[in-house]
T-cell receptor
Framework: SQTIHQWPATLVQPVGSPLSLECTVEGTSNPNLYWYRQAAGRGLQLLFYSVGIGQISSEVPQNLSASRPQDRQFILSSKKLLLSDSGFYLC????????????FGDGTRLSIL | AQSVTQPDIHITVSEGASLELRCNYSYGATPYLFWYVQSPGQGLQLLLKYFSGDTLVQGIKGFEAEFKRSQSSFNLRKPSVHWSDAAEYFCAVGFGNEKLTFGTGTRLTIIP
């Protein structure tokens, strides 16, 4: 069966520090991969998605970036974190194709001090 | 324009009572429809999905949803809620590409 792993589960970082969140999927090949951010008490904001290695689509202009160095690995990064980057970050995967259900990881709680 | 609306931000229901959470969409064709549940501090879990066929869809945890084309709705229902159903519920819609559009969510509180 397919599984998705996100780490770390919780992260506290100072303003201006770099960020790297990692997401990996097991049990499937060539998945679509997604990064979302969820601010406190709010809905999901799609940040990036990828339909293949090295293919990244950005949904929201900001100081975050994403990379997909391997088929089942998706990384969210920042060179300098802002206070507004605080939130709950969720990675998800789906099979290739339109309108597919997405399957989510357990998320990373990021707090910026 | 393509959109998803969950009109209720917060709903409170007594344990054992029935539940209906609303979801409306705007789209010129038949969309692909999903309901997810999120417990505090957790990721989203898929409850059910509708692609085509029978408009009443059964999901996990005793939930069901009904697609009504005439009303552009896909409401989630449960005959009798349990305290463990307290969570955030998200409706999501596929509009024909690799992305899903999520509603803003409905927070469900269960009172004894």
């Amino acid at each position: 069966s397919q599984t998705i792993h996100q780490w770390p589960a919780t992260l506290v970082q100072p303003v201006g520090s770099p960020l790297s969140l990692e997401c990996t999927v097991e049990g499937t090949s060539n998945p679509n991969l997604y990064w979302y951010r969820q601010a406190a008490g709010r809905g999901l904001q799609l940040l990036f998605y990828s339909v293949g290695i090295g293919q990244i689509s950005s949904e929201v202009p900001q100081n975050l970036s994403a990379s997909r160095p391997q088929d089942r690995q998706f990384i969210l990064s920042s060179k300098k974190l802002l206070l507004s980057d605080s939130g709950f970050y969720l990675c998800a995967w789906s099979v290739v194709g339109a309108n597919q259900p997405q399957h989510f990881g357990d998320g990373t709680r990021l707090s910026i001090l | 324009a393509q959109s998803v609306t969950q009109p209720d931000i917060h709903i409170t229901v007594s344990e054992g009572a029935s539940l209906e959470l609303r979801c409306n969409y705007s789209y010129g064709a038949t969309p692909y429809l999903f309901w997810y549940v999120q417990s505090p501090g957790q990721g989203l879990q898929l409850l059910l999905k509708y692609f085509s066929g029978d408009t009443l869809v059964q999901g996990i945890k005793g939930f069901e949803a009904e697609f009504k084309r005439s009303q552009s709705s896909f409401n989630l229902r449960k005959p009798s809620v349990h305290w463990s159903d307290a969570a955030e519920y998200f409706c999501a819609v596929g509009f024909g590409n690799e992305k899903l559009t999520f509603g803003t969510g409905t927070r469900l509180t269960i009172i004894p």
